[in-house]
């Protein structure tokens, strides 16, 4: 092991301010309710206490009686931060832990600590901790979330409480000695007990360090990886019980073992286990081969967690965090578990580290015990288990004569066997890899190391890393320097350094770790580099005697690490003499420490340090041995930003060993007691690193003037070897804290005459300045050379002058740029680079003006100097390079230094993409840009510079170059808040690409790039789209509620929560979903008019009341299905309410008395169970209701089961709605199975239908499995004939076809296929209802393969299209094949159909299966199978109503054939139907009737086919046709000729049009549709049956469907849907489901998609009309289309749609790109289609200004020339809301008492501020106020700096960049850049030019004698020089001179690099005539 660097000083430094400390908590738990009940249990008698049984109670009895009066506590402490960016508030937090209490408190310096969660458990508290759980994502692809959490650990559990109010409890399975913290969760330690030994029959050890992810998941055993064991048997269970984990951290993922018998720590990787390791783990615990890991058999050790609650009861003492020596496996001679105990009972037990603090903290419990578990030596306890019989340990693998594993019951002293069953092993979670490990001592000299109490990792100021462990029984502190691989992917551990510690602890923010050494001082390190002793003033009285520490204890010195040097021997030896600023305590040699400790607490009366704790920041607390503590804090490196930046760069330049130096000496001047304020930071800063470069300070007038609170101490200079009679004088002075004064300096304080620095501090300070030395050789003019850092002057130079680049770039940061060119300018004078001293000159003219001393560097020493190749004589200005870009000129790479310069390099890179047009400049390009600079860098310019010739190549428009930088800016962390501060020139194109990409926006950016855009509503519409916990719904942040109605009635009718607001402005002209409302509602009586004519009784018209009321109440029991469409997913739920549902009334009330109508009078007979299904119907109503993105758990679905046995066919409904809005996956197991064993019939088809509907296309295996028990067929045959109603098989198997949707699964298409022509049973079974049975496995069949045509896969042999071409046509039935042929043997006694299939019965399923499996496929040969028959005979054979499902399903299957026009529908009628429908003479073989009723079946069908293709497009034409078709049928009702197709014929095509009316305008509420709907509502008598009304209203429902906001897909899987749910045969009564399953109605909600885009306005948070603009992609039936849509409207389906875009003037434009994809419109429209809106300035909303001729913009429109004169300020609040623009306009743009503004001002504010307000651009108004400023400034000749010139040049220049391009592309500067008005830019330009051509015209001579390289004062001429963009010409004039005309000029200054266009302006001095500037050479004044 190296030893400690020790630096060369007897230095200190003094702590912060002084302050005791007591733990928050404390105080609170003795203030907390619960202390009371404490104390009563105190109070109980012994034999309370002694009545659990056995030791086990004994010893937990013992516990609570505890010898300690102060129940036992702890504490941990760790920074805590609130806030993001520059708003954090740091604080610290604490989490205290005392008897069964937990108190996590925070509280910062500056504010009081206020509790913020406190906890109360049922058994003491063992440790609490904080850990970070990951929460486990469904996606891979998310990011990880953590939760914070709080961990507190009882003898049986652990309780995890996080910081959103969660709650878990873990059972512990196992007694666990400690727990600790990592990155993926908890690590568990097992206790190792005595009675763990025979545990395992096979002799192997249990492992013994678990982990737990997640406080939901299963505790498993952790894997280690050794290293250096070979492969074969490297990865193994963690089973060594001699192995302590002593450490964990999160970041790097690490934890720190100790080995109790080799007594050395290792370091492991922490990491997720692979694959591999994992099987080869478990394939390692099967195999039967003899191996000596010591691994357990999972399936062993699975039983062994699952048995172990069981038979372990932890009763006994639990195992507390390590204190040295005594450990859980150190014995103490004693088999006694009450000694074991009582060993453990009053120790100090630590806590684990938070992820902030990496240190295990020490409870202060009385100090003697304390005390007393520190010193207790390791030596004295031998281990349980010996170092070899931990290798022994093989197992066998299980016999095969299956012998079962018998489990040892730890607790059991007669070891009676337990039997273990076979479980499934646990598979390991984590790995821990090893990745160092400490030497093991060698030979007995030296004493084996104590287990580390303390491990802590730190960085020292060089950026270093060490992992530090302190060792209690050497007294030593050890650290390991680690560094990361250049992968970053693993740690490489490298030396070990040893320092002499009696205990440490790290202070993170400063780098730095404070020691305690063994003498009692307190010393500050760096990584292992020692800065200094730390003074704490006031700690101890200064007059205390030291006489009683005079005899010190003989302290071996081979235990401690001393110093080899002698002169450092003697120097330590010194020091030790001194008096320390603490009082200091020997401790005594750790062999005899227990008979020493008792004397000193005896002796020792006074307090002194006894250990540290708690470091958070840079603050730590003291503990004394008196049991006080006190905290302190370490002052920082620098607090001023320039010292910390400047420091960075030093780093950054410096070999390390030089920086280090060099910064601990900085450390040590600037935080010397009685040091400088922080305002004297910069002056010492500049001395002290001048005099480190061989400056003498005192000799620069400049430096000298420097003003200091504490003069220089010898301190600054690098001492030699000093003298020891010198140090106590210094040490005393600085405990006495006085100041040195001004004559010490003089006197040979410092050493020996020839010191290097000696002469710094030395010689007459009445001496002259240096200005007026006259000899420049003069000794005190020169250069030290032997200081440390002259060697390095350049490179620091070179670094300071980036730095100096770098502030100029920072508004924030430019007064450091002015102090530190005083700097700058020194060193550049004396390394005689002139071109920077004039660039300097030129920023600062006054200031630099002032200097003039430079120092004489010798020729050899310049050779002793390093020259960087990196430093060239051009200085590199970041201005000018910026300036070069928008001039279009080749640019060098600039210099930057990584990680300092980062404004610099952002800046660059901005440019070289935007300006230079490099798109790559940011990604591949960045070396042409940016030249980084390193340490040692031989060549740095030569190479970019031949690639430079092919990087302008711009080809890229400028908006997706703005676009590229917006993005870029914010990926990189760029916000507003860094461009305010960014020089208003430099900001300017960063400003013009933002107002680019505000006027066209991508859609999907990240809610950051819209802030910095300064969208507002693209920032809310990104932050709703960023996934969040809660609910999202319109009604987060908008106030889009639902109305509250007064009238309870209302209330009820279930629709109150369609929401008006949206409604009102989509149907603002009239009431029609009042209407609708009034139309659907079943909740209120109905009214029953029967007029009692004279004849009638009123026995009789009693009836006729009845009578009419059974019919009204068929309408009102169909109502709920349509309700649940109208009101489709526009609730959400409050978890803690129940779901209203409505009444379904079936009463009535007959005027004019309103007399109550009831059917249950018994005067007429009414169906038995009439109501169970409209029930059913009405609970599905009320849970389509519920939004998919509602938060519905299963306790809230169990909650809802009503207590009514009547109510259970609602509830049903209510699961079935659930499981179609997606919430029925959430519904536990055990409640489905709970439900499914009541066996309610209606129960079990809504759940069936809803968990398969839920699980659409998964082939959930589970959801299969609880279908196939309701499917005989899908059961073996062998199994129990099951019970199952009809209805409830027919809801399992089209459960099947939903589940295995478009799977093509092959089993299950086979077995459906065979159910369609299911025969009926011999003992009655299958033989009622087969109609359903058969169609619900026809739909499942077709849902299985849906859309696979041919192409399906491994079905070849069952001939799937035959198969139901037979069952659709007839013909003999085909042998069952398969399991089931034994079940159809016997045919049936009662129905009589032979072997020929019933096509009745087969028919309608193979039909639609067909027409499913076929879907869009266009096959023509299937589709012409589906003809209807051309000839009467064919005719006569089929049913009319199968005609309809033929023509619909040959239709869909032609998908692309459809049209929406009547020609194309008549079209599909054969030939013979159409030549006779309307003739009246027919010849004998003509039937009428079927000719009518198949013309109109077919006819139906056709419609259907229209509907479905256009379902939810509001095709116009599609609807012209549809309707067209319906009237005719009602005119057909009426008509003479209704009696030839029959009432019920006609009904039923006129129902399924209307249908497809509804489909085609769903969602849109077309009034045309509502009022057929509303006339066939009325009508209640004739034919108008349940199932005619349920068509009715479904179609109403889909004509509003979800309140406006949902519409119809055509996917195919909404196809299938919504052929389940529009079946064309409707049942004729309420309990009807012989054809059709009633409860299938409401699958078509899967066809359902949101299609509704709602603007709301983002200021007002109110929906609002908007412009949109769609377009349409082209297809084959028409080309690329846009349309313009007033929203809210319901957008077109998306795979449709190119682009949809928000059109302006009025709003500004946003446009939603769908070429990338929909997934982001789809997002925007599943959340209730709100689309954010931003109102433009000036403009009124569509709502208030319809026309837009109110808006304030409109009369100044076209005459913008008097729009500034016409704009009073006073009109400001019309245009914006931003207060900051209304304050301005208040203040500056009139006159107040406050404010008195001269007319011109005030004129020219209001024209800014009204450009800027109308452009839509506040941002602006700073520039332009800026240059206007900059302007007068130039005319009033008052210039100190010229920085705002830079600025304006760079505006300028932009703005003509951008002019020359318009011209290039033919289009107008304006609209090319609309930033800057194109009339005020001009005039500045103008004035400014004015102004220096005039200063130019009278000072000439000036410019001459500059040119001459004379020392010029002017700074006007500086301006001259910037503005114009002159370069240096200092000593160029002899280039010039000799030119006589201006040709040979121009060629002269083309080399030098001068644009024509200032040359123009020179040419007068150049030539030396006397002309002005004005008329030269025939040129214009002013050339642009």
């Not at 509620?1041 to 009102?1064: K, N």
Request: charged share 20%.
């Amino acid at each position: 092991m190296s030893e400690v660097v020790y630096e060369e000083t007897a230095t200190m430094i003094a702590a912060g301010e002084l302050q005791s400390f007591v733990p928050f908590g404390r105080e609170h738990c003795r203030n907390h309710p619960n202390a009371f009940s404490l104390q009563l249990r105190q109070l109980q008698p012994a034999s309370e206490l002694w009545s659990s049984d056995g030791a086990a109670g004994l010893v937990g009895s013992l516990q609570e009686v505890t010898l300690q009066e102060r129940e036992r506590e702890s504490w941990q402490l760790r920074k805590g931060c609130v806030g993001d960016g520059e708003e954090e508030v740091e604080f610290e937090e604490e989490l205290y832990s005392s008897g069964n209490m937990v108190i996590w408190t925070q509280g910062s310096r500056s504010q009081a600590s206020n509790v913020y969660k406190a906890f109360t458990v049922d058994n003491t508290v063992q440790q609490a901790l904080w850990c970070n759980f990951t929460v486990p994502q469904k996606k891979n692809d998310e990011e990880e979330e953590f939760e914070q959490t709080v961990c507190i650990v009882q003898t049986t559990s652990i309780n995890v409480h996080t910081v959103t109010g969660k709650e878990f409890v873990a059972a512990l399975p196992f007694r666990v000695t400690s727990l600790w913290a990592t990155k993926f969760g908890l690590l568990l330690e097992r206790k190792n007990l005595a009675s763990d030994a025979p545990l395992c029959p096979t002799g192997e050890t249990l492992p013994t360090l678990f982990s737990m992810l997640h406080p939901i998941d299963e505790i498993a055993p952790v894997v280690c990886k050794p290293s250096g064991v070979f492969e074969g048997s490297s990865v193994q269970y963690l089973s060594d019980s001699s192995m302590r984990i002593v450490f964990s951290c999160c970041q790097p993922s690490i934890v720190v073992s100790y080995d109790t018998v080799q007594g050395t720590h290792s370091i492991w990787a922490l990491r997720k286990v692979t694959q591999n390791e994992r099987s080869a783990v478990l394939r390692c615990t099967v195999e039967s081969t003899g191996t000596t890991l010591g691994i357990m058999a999972p399936s062993l050790f699975a039983s062994y967690l699952h048995n172990i609650s069981r038979l372990d009861s932890p009763g006994g003492i639990y195992g507390m965090g390590h204190v040295p020596g005594t450990g859980a496996s150190c014995g103490v001679g004693t088999d006694s578990p009450l000694n074991f105990g009582a060993l453990h009972g009053h120790q100090c037990w630590n806590m684990t580290p938070s992820p902030g603090s990496h240190s295990r903290a020490h409870s202060p419990s009385i100090s003697n015990m304390a005390a007393l578990s520190r010193s207790y030596s390791p030596g004295m306890a031998t281990p349980f288990f010996s170092g070899v019989s931990r290798f022994n340990a093989s197992f066998q693998s299980p016999s095969p004569r299956g012998h079962q594993y018998m489990l040892h019951s730890p607790n059991n002293t007669t070891n009676e066997l337990l039997p273990v069953p076979q479980l499934e092993p646990i598979m390991p979670d984590l790995c821990m890899e090893q990745l160092w490990s400490e030497t093991v001592t060698a030979g007995s000299s030296r004493e084996m190391s104590s287990q580390a109490s303390k491990v802590f990792l730190i960085t020292d100021f060089c950026e270093n890393h060490y992992l530090c462990f302190l060792v209690e029984s050497h007294q030593q502190l050890r650290c390991v320097k680690f560094i990361e691989s250049n992968d970053a992917s693993q740690l490489i551990f490298a030396s070990v350094t040893t320092i002499p510690a009696k205990d440490a602890e790290p202070l993170e923010d400063i780098n730095a770790m404070l020691v305690l050494e063994a003498s009692g001082s307190l010393v500050l390190y760096t990584g292992v580099t020692r800065v200094s002793k730390v003074f704490v003033a006031g700690l101890f009285s200064p007059t205390y005697s030291l006489s009683n520490h005079t005899t010190q204890p003989s302290t071996s010195m081979d235990s401690v690490s001393t110093p080899t040097c002698p002169g450092r021997h003697i120097y330590r030896l010194d020091e030790a003499a001194m008096p320390s600023p603490l009082s200091e305590l020997r401790e005594p040699n750790t062999k005899h420490q227990e008979a020493s400790w008792l004397d000193h607490t005896v002796q020792q009366d006074t307090p002194y340090l006894h250990a540290l704790r708690d470091p958070v920041c840079n603050r730590v607390t003291l503990e004394l041995s008196n049991g006080t503590m006190v905290r302190i804090s370490i002052p920082e490196i620098a607090t001023s930003e320039l010292v910390r930046k400047c420091l960075l760069a030093f780093r950054f330049i410096l070999p390390k060993d030089t920086a280090m130096k060099v910064l601990v000496k900085w450390y040590n001047i600037y935080n010397a007691p009685g040091g400088p304020s922080s305002h004297a930071e910069w002056n010492l800063f500049v001395t002290c690193f001048m005099t480190l470069m061989g400056y003498n300070t005192e000799r620069l007038t400049w430096t000298r003037n420097l003003y200091f609170e504490v003069p220089l101490s010898p301190v600054i200079a690098a001492k030699k070897a000093r003298p020891s009679e010198g140090g106590s004088d210094e040490d005393w002075d600085y405990i006495l804290g006085s100041n040195y004064h001004r004559q010490m300096v003089s006197q040979p304080a410092c050493g020996p005459e020839d010191s290097p620095f000696s002469t710094t501090f030395k010689g007459d300070f009445g001496a002259e300045p240096l200005s007026t030395v006259s000899s420049p050789s003069s000794p005190s003019q020169r250069l030290e050379s032997s200081a440390p850092l002259f060697p390095h002057i350049p490179a620091l130079f070179y670094v300071l002058h980036l730095l100096y680049q770098e502030l100029q770039l920072d508004q924030l940061q430019r007064a450091g740029a002015r102090s530190l060119v005083c700097v700058l300018q020194q060193l550049a004078r004396d390394l005689q680079l002139d071109e920077y001293v004039d660039l300097y000159w030129r920023d600062y003219p006054q200031l630099i003006s002032s200097f003039s001393e430079s120092c004489l560097i010798d020729q050899a020493q310049i050779g002793q100097m390093q020259h960087p190749s990196f430093l060239r004589v051009e200085p590199p200005v970041v201005f000018d390079w910026l300036s070069s870009c928008v001039r279009g000129e080749k640019v060098q790479p600039f210099p930057f230094l990584m990680g300092i310069c980062e404004r610099t390099r952002l800046l660059a890179l901005s440019y070289a993409l935007y300006v230079v047009g490099d798109e790559y400049a940011t990604s591949i390009n960045v070396s042409k840009y940016l030249a980084k600079l390193s340490v040692g860098q031989k060549s740095s310019w030569g190479e970019p510079a031949h690639r430079r010739q092919s990087c302008v190549e711009v080809d890229s428009s400028g908006e997706s170059l703005a676009e590229k930088l917006v993005v870029w800016l914010t990926s990189e962390g760029f916000t507003l808040k860094d461009l305010e501060s960014v020089p208003f020139g430099v900001a300017l194109p960063i400003r013009e690409a933002i107002y680019r990409c505000r006027e066209q926006p991508c859609s999907d950016w990240s809610e950051e790039v819209c802030l910095l855009i300064g969208r507002q509503e693209l920032t809310k519409q990104a932050h709703k789209m960023t996934p969040t916990k809660g609910k999202t719904s319109v009604g987060s942040g908008l106030t889009l509620e639902p109305p509250t109605t007064t009238e309870a009635d209302e209330e009820e009718d279930g629709m109150s929560d369609i929401i008006q607001e949206v409604t009102g402005l989509i149907w603002s002209q009239d009431l029609r979903v009042q209407e609708v409302r009034r139309l659907l509602q079943s909740s209120r009586p109905v009214r029953v008019s029967v007029v009692q004519l004279p004849e009638v009784s009123d026995h009789e018209y009693i009836e006729e009341k009845e009578n009419k009321l059974l019919q009204l109440c068929q309408r009102t029991m169909s109502l709920p299905v349509g309700r649940g469409f109208f009101t489709l997913f526009s609730y959400h739920p409050v978890p803690t309410e129940l779901l209203p549902v409505p009444k379904l009334n079936l009463t009535g009330r007959a005027p004019p008395r309103n007399i109550m109508v009831d059917l249950n009078s018994g005067n007429i007979d009414v169906p038995p169970n009439m109501t169970s299904w409209s029930s059913f119907h009405n609970g599905v109503a009320a849970g389509l209701k519920i939004a998919p993105a509602s938060q519905v758990d299963s306790a809230w679905i169990a909650y809802n089961k009503p207590k009514s046995p009547e109510l259970a066919n609602e509830y049903a409904g209510f699961l079935m709605a659930l499981g179609l809005n997606g919430h029925l996956t959430k519904l536990a197991t055990l409640n489905i199975h709970d439900y499914l064993t009541k066996g309610h019939e209606m129960t079990s088809i809504g759940l069936l239908l809803g968990v398969s509907s839920a699980k659409l296309g998964t082939m959930d295996m589970s959801i299969t499995r609880l279908l196939s028990i309701h499917i005989p067929a899908l059961l073996p045959p062998t199994s129990t004939e099951l019970d199952v109603p009809h209805n409830v098989q027919v809801a399992a198997v089209v459960g099947i076809g939903l589940v295995y949707q478009g799977t093509g699964h092959r089993h299950n298409a086979e077995v459906l296929l065979a159910e369609i022509g299911r025969p009926p049973g011999p003992e009655m079974e299958y033989c009622t209802d087969r109609e359903s049975y058969s169609l619900a496995a026809g739909l499942a069949l077709g849902m299985v393969c849906l859309g696979h045509g041919s192409n399906l896969i491994g079905m070849t042999d069952l001939n799937v299209p035959e198969q139901l071409y037979q069952y659709m046509v007839g013909g003999h039935r085909r042998a069952q094949a398969g399991a089931n042929r034994e079940k159809h043997k016997s045919p049936s006694y009662q129905i009589k159909e032979g072997d020929t299939i019933n096509v009745d019965v087969t028919c309608p399923g193979a039909t639609l299966a067909l027409a499913m499996i076929y879907l869009k496929t266009n096959n023509r040969s299937i589709a012409d199978w589906l003809k209807a028959p051309d000839t009467m005979f064919l005719l006569d054979f089929i049913k009319p109503e199968f005609l309809l499902l033929r023509t619909l399903a040959r239709c869909i299957i032609m998908w692309d054939e459809i049209l929406p026009n009547a020609e194309w529908v008549t079209r599909n009628v054969p030939q013979i139907i159409q030549e006779n429908i309307g003739n009246t003479a027919l010849s004998e073989d003509m039937n009428m009737e079927t000719l009518a009723q198949a013309h109109d079946y077919i006819i139906a069908g056709a419609c259907m086919a229209v509907g479905f293709k256009f379902a939810g497009s509001a095709n116009s034409e599609a609807f012209d046709c549809l309707y067209k078709f319906a009237r005719s049928f009602m005119k057909c009702l009426t008509s003479v000729t209704a009696a030839v197709t029959g009432h019920y014929n006609l009904q039923t095509c006129l129902s399924m049009v209307l249908l497809a009316l509804s489909m085609v305008m769903s969602g849109s509420g077309n009034l045309k549709v509502l009022q057929l709907c509303r006339f066939l509502h009325k009508r209640t008598s004739g034919e108008m049956n349940y199932g005619f009304h349920m068509a009715h209203h479904m179609a109403l429902g889909l004509l509003f469907l979800g309140g406006g906001r949902y519409t119809l897909s055509t996917s195919n899987s909404a196809i299938a849907a919504l052929l389940c749910a529009l079946y064309p045969h409707f049942p004729a009564h309420s309990t009807d489901n012989r054809y059709h399953l009633q409860a299938l109605r409401h699958l078509g909600v899967l066809a359902a998609e949101p299609r509704l885009l709602v603007p709301v306005d983002v200021d007002t948070l109110k929906p609002c009309y908007a412009l949109l603009e769609v377009t349409y992609k082209g297809t084959q039936w028409y080309e690329e289309t846009t349309v313009e849509l007033m929203a809210p409207a319901i957008l077109p389906e998306l795979h449709l749609l190119k682009q949809v875009k928000v059109k302006g003037p009025r709003y500004w434009e946003l446009s939603i790109v769908l070429n990338k994809g929909t997934q982001h419109l789809k997002s925007i429209l599943s959340r209730d289609g709100v689309l954010y809106v931003k109102l433009r300035a000036g403009h009124l909303p569509y709502k208030d200004d319809p026309q837009g001729w109110k808006s304030l913009l409109s009369s100044t429109v076209n005459k913008r020339s008097s729009e500034v004169r016409a704009f009073k300020p006073e009109a400001i609040s019309t245009l914006t809301s931003d207060p900051s623009l209304v304050s301005f306009a208040d203040f500056f743009c009139k006159n107040s008492d406050r404010v008195k503004q001269r007319e011109d001002t005030q004129t020219l504010f209001s024209a800014m501020l009204f450009e800027c307000v109308t452009q839509e651009n506040p941002d602006m108004l700073p520039t332009y106020i800026a240059i206007d400023q900059v302007v007068r400034a130039l005319h009033r000749a008052h210039f100190s700096q010229t920085f705002a010139l830079w600025q304006m040049r760079l505006v300028l220049e932009l703005c003509e960049r951008r002019v020359q391009q318009g011209q290039a592309s033919g289009t107008s500067a304006q609209s090319r850049s609309a930033l800057l008005s194109s009339e005020f830019l001009p005039v500045m330009k103008n004035t400014a030019d004015v102004a220096l051509d005039n200063w130019l015209q009278d000072n000439m001579s000036v410019l001459r004698a500059y040119m001459r390289g004379e020392d010029t004062r002017s700074s006007m001429l500086a301006c001259f020089l910037v503005y114009h963009s002159i370069p240096c010409l200092r000593n160029k004039h002899s280039q010039i001179e000799g030119s006589r005309s201006f040709g040979d000029l121009l060629l002269s200054c083309s080399r030098l690099g001068i644009p024509l266009r200032d040359l123009l302006r020179l040419t007068p001095v150049l030539l030396g005539t006397g002309s002005g500037p004005h008329t030269l050479l025939g040129f214009p004044q002013h050339v642009y």
